[in-house]
């Protein structure tokens, strides 16, 4: 096991065979050599994470470990606050915020032993499927660096996909964790909606916004999800069950487990077929190792990119009237009024797919249209989370391709948003109906990685995690590294 | 992938009310581009009509939760010198921001 997943770091360090600095150290040097060239990291904490390792390091000798996460590093997506640290949002008008507060993200890692190492590149606000709509310049695909890395955390994918953190933490609201895996090669999760706490997540649309970590494998995925999950009061929507007991669920069983294919995902003119030769491969494996598959039904599925444009661009339209340039983030300069001020500070501030979105969701928000689309949206919803419960009552999982295609070249889709949005047709359902979901490595087309995506039923991440285990202990996967790895 | 039908509905003069609304001040070119896209994600969105959601209860979020009730106990907010720190102008523990009213009113 190599030092670059967070399974070999915990056991080099456990073994005495590495030092949380060493790790620090290394990790700073990658991030500063192939994290710039990807761009994917963009902010180090070189000073505080050394210190930071050096206190893990005197835990270590008094054997006060607080969990698997002790003395491992790793960069939070660009929309987590630190207190003391910037957070940008990828975004001119966040360019000189400085978090004033700790968010639960920086208290439960740090609680956890783990050394916040800097922050990854993001979609601006996290509105995008490719990281390209970032004032710091687009990521890179480590697997081929003309391609993108998916988005929106799409400099968290590649932390991990190129070694230069063991994991790390993205955000999902329409698929933002679990493409930008897919695309990476790595494993993405999202929890269920209200597992981990929102507080301190700049809010992109708050209804379906969820945190989650990227990692090598699903067992590390579980350290981090029982690190970081968990009831929060700051968080209204924070659900009250306490974090999961989820490695103990890891046992390489999957006997009898009930795998749904959904028709709708498997019908021609869907998924590119390398896409999906390489999941239903994947899906064979797990029959061999003893789970039954059943063909479901989500007859929505080709209505759910159109519902969640709608309620996702509405939710932000309102979550972004905040940035007005009076108590934060960038204020126009010589304007005569503050109407002028509010207009100006953010014409100059958003960026365009930002604009894009706030004019949509103000658009379907305001009188006149409000029944015929945010309404009708939120009714679609409740149909959708119906087809996952109808589904559930045959299976236990439900599996598909994380992404209709393999990671493409970067400028390709800037021109035509139709068509990048419909690209999330198999991820959005999850953030409307507050399912978790996982993106799995589970093969390769054109050279780059494929993403199996398990959706499981609402507080049921042991069941995902349980059925990625077990496949990646009968392949190998994800211990493909792209080029250039350490 | 579009609906055949695809006719923009939505015109300049929508855009420029909108980018009213939520306090956007947009260049020609831009109102013209937004139109252009906003015209294709509408009309793309537009295939939700043909769903009969007739009595199907509106859902504002996926997992239903009970507003949470806390005690009402005052608890240490963030510190001032903490909350302007971030403000392009304060004054002390104000914000500063443009005249809002104008002289005539005082």
């Known amino acids: 096991m190599k030092l670059e997943s967070l399974e070999g770091q915990r056991a080099a360090l456990d073994a005495s065979e590495v030092s949380s600095v060493e790790l620090v150290e290394s990790a700073l040097v990658r991030a500063e050599g192939a994290g710039a060239d990807l761009g994917a990291i963009v902010g180090l904490r070189a000073e505080a994470a050394l210190a930071a390792a050096a206190g893990s390091d005197a835990r270590r000798r008094a054997e006060e470990l607080r969990s698997p996460l002790e003395g491992a590093p790793v960069v939070l997506k660009d929309n987590m606050v630190q207190k003391g640290e910037p957070t940008t949002c990828a975004s001119r008008i966040l360019e000189s915020f400085v978090s004033p507060y700790d968010g639960a993200m920086a208290e439960r890692l740090e609680a956890a032993g783990a050394i916040i190492l800097g922050r990854a590149n993001m979609d601006e606000f996290a509105m995008g499927s490719t990281t390209e709509n970032s004032t710091f310049g687009p990521a890179r695909n480590p697997w081929d660096t003309s391609r993108t890395t998916g988005g929106s955390s799409g400099g968290s994918a590649v932390a991990v996909s190129a070694g230069i953190t063991g994991f790390s933490l993205g955000s999902d609201t329409g698929g933002s964790i679990r493409q930008p895996a897919s695309f990476c090669g790595v494993v993405g999760m999202k929890p269920t909606y209200g597992r981990v706490s929102r507080w301190g997540l700049v809010a992109f649309a708050s209804s379906l916004d969820q945190i989650g970590p990227f990692t090598h494998s699903a067992r590390e995925a579980a350290w981090v999800l029982e690190a970081i999950a968990g009831h929060d009061p700051r968080d209204s929507t924070s659900l009250p069950e306490p974090a999961p007991a989820l490695e103990s669920a890891l046992t390489g069983d999957v006997k009898g487990l009930r795998i749904g294919l959904p028709r709708e995902y498997f019908v021609d003119q869907g998924a590119e077929p390398g896409v999906v030769e390489a999941v239903r491969g994947a899906v064979s494996e797990l029959e061999s190792a003893g789970a039954k598959v059943v063909e479901v039904a989500l007859p929505h599925t080709p209505y759910v990119v159109s519902t969640y444009y709608l309620v996702a661009t509405a939710e932000a339209s309102s979550n972004l009237a905040r940035f007005d340039g009076v108590r934060y983030g960038r204020r126009a300069e010589n304007v005569k009024d503050l109407d002028e001020m509010y207009r100006r500070s953010r014409s100059e501030g958003f960026g365009r797919e930002v604009k894009r979105r706030i004019l949509l969701g103000t658009y379907v928000l305001s009188a006149g249209y409000f029944d015929a689309y945010y309404r009708k949206a939120q009714q679609v919803r409740t149909l959708v989370r119906g087809d996952f419960d109808r589904a559930f009552e045959a299976c236990d999982v439900i599996v598909g391709p994380t992404y209709p295609e393999v990671a493409f070249p970067i400028g390709a889709r800037m021109d035509d948003p139709v068509s990048l949005y419909l690209g999330d047709i198999y991820t959005v359902s999850a953030n409307l109906a507050g399912l978790p979901g996982i993106s799995v490595p589970c093969g390769q087309h054109q050279g780059m990685p494929v993403g199996m995506q398990i959706l499981g039923r609402p507080l049921d991440e042991a069941t995902l995690l349980r059925v990625a285990d077990a496949f990646q202990r009968r392949t190998d996967h994800h211990e493909h590294r792209p080029p250039g790895s350490p | ?106």
């Open chain 2, 1 to 106: 992938m579009l609906a055949l039908c695809a006719m923009s509905r939505i015109t300049r003069e929508d855009v420029e009310r909108t980018a009213d609304l939520a306090r956007l001040s947009l260049s020609k070119d831009e109102i013209e581009a937004m139109t252009h896209e906003l015209g294709q994600i509408l009309d793309h969105v537009e295939q939700l009509q043909a769903l009969d959601t007739e009595g199907i209860e509106p859902t504002a979020h996926a997992i239903p939760l009970a507003t949470p009730l806390r005690p009402d106990r005052a608890s240490p907010g963030i510190d001032p010198d903490l909350a302007v720190a971030n403000a392009p102008a304060s004054d002390g523990h104000a914000f500063v921001v443009p005249k809002v009213i104008d002289g005539e009113e005082g």
